[in-house]
């Protein structure tokens, strides 16, 4: 059985259950699993990935590619 096909069935069967506990406990377990998956794939970023992420806006701000808040508000009315 393909994963797709395995989800369908896991849906029926979710769909079948009237318990909410079982349903709370799901979710806490859908929940954790998320945040245990997305931990395992944070990777702490390097100083020099730091710095060019910092360096970029500035220097963007030096080539004129900014615009001031002022302005880009009066943009905006315009667009509706």
């Not at 931990?39 to 970023?45: A, E, G, T, V």
């Not at 220097?59 to 508000?73: P, S, V, W």
């Amino acid at each position: 059985m393909n994963i797709q096909s395995r989800k369908l069935v896991l849906i029926e069967e979710f769909l079948r259950i009237c318990d909410e506990n079982l349903i709370a406990k799901i979710e806490t377990f859908i929940r954790q699993e998320k945040r245990i998956s997305r931990d395992i794939n944070l990777k702490p970023m390097s100083l020099s990935d730091f710095h060019e992420m910092i360096d970029q806006p500035k220097q963007e701000c030096n080539d004129g590619k900014i615009i001031a808040h002022q302005e880009l508000k009066k943009k905006v009315a315009t667009w509706k």
